[in-house]
């Protein structure tokens, strides 16, 4: 089964710093998700990637899809107390049954 | 959010009954996932459905079962509860278009099993 590997593990940063943030797959990704969540919350849909090299943009975070489709990073330019959270990196596994799996998030802390 | 309601959002229940858990959604989406979070081990998929009465397992299935009968409830069944099981359960829904795919999640059941 596909498994993805987010690395950190956590991250903390003083506002107004930029930051990075990996997901590694194990196999081709076929659609590759980046959510976010607060604390004992829901999680909040960031953006999606198909395409190798791909890039997206969502406010002030920049996610992108290598070429090889195997890794994917999330940038967040000039980080704000309000970008706190998990960030969670999901794997669609292609075919007809979608199974949609995560890897284990990134705990993101921005001190003011 | 794609019309997801998870019930209920919390319940206390005693080791070794069982508990269902429900998603319900409103627009007919084809696929729906049950997760489970813990802290340090992100979200695991428990089982998904591709259809109705069309149902696959997750990553963490063992003790747990699910049935959708029909497009709209996706039901999670802990057929008797342990300690282990408690944690908070997500559902999703994936909604699949032209170039685009996003996936929903409710705002989680909080189960504690006693």
């Known amino acids: 089964s596909q498994e993805l590997e987010q690395s950190p593990q956590s991250l903390i940063v003083q506002e107004g710093k930029n930051l990075t943030i990996n997901c590694t797959s194990s196999?081709?990704?076929?659609?590759l998700y980046w959510y976010k969540q607060k604390y004992g919350e829901g999680l909040i849909f960031l953006m999606m990637?198909?395409?190798?090299?791909e890039e997206k943009s969502h406010e002030k975070i920049t996610a992108k899809l290598d070429e090889k489709k195997q890794q994917s990073s999330l940038h967040i330019t000039a980080s704000q107390p309000s970008h706190a959270g998990i960030y969670l990196c999901?794997?669609?596994?292609?075919?007809?049954?979608?199974?949609?799996?995560f890897g284990k998030g990134t705990l993101l802390t921005v001190n003011p | 959010d794609a019309g997801i309601t998870q019930s209920p959002r919390h319940k206390v229940t005693e080791t070794g009954t069982p508990v269902t858990l429900r998603c319900h959604q409103t627009?007919?989406?084809?696929?729906m996932y049950w997760y489970r979070q813990d802290p340090g081990h992100g979200l695991r998929l428990i089982h998904y459905?591709?259809?109705?009465?069309?149902?696959d397992k997750g990553e963490v299935s063992d003790g747990y079962s699910v049935s959708r009968s029909k497009t709209e409830d996706f039901l999670l069944t802990l057929e008797s509860a342990t300690s282990s099981q408690t944690s908070v359960y997500f559902c999703?829904?994936?909604?699949?278009?032209?170039?685009?795919?996003?996936?929903?999640f409710g705002q989680g059941t909080r189960l504690t099993v006693v």
């Open positions: 196999k081709t990704l076929y659609g």
């Open positions: 627009e007919n989406h084809r696929y």
């Open positions: 459905s591709y259809g109705v009465k069309d149902t």
């Open positions: 990637l198909q395409k190798g090299g």
């Open positions: 999901g794997a669609d596994s292609g075919g007809s049954n979608y199974k949609l799996t």
């Open positions: 999703a829904i994936s909604v699949r278009g032209p170039g685009n795919t996003e996936a929903f």
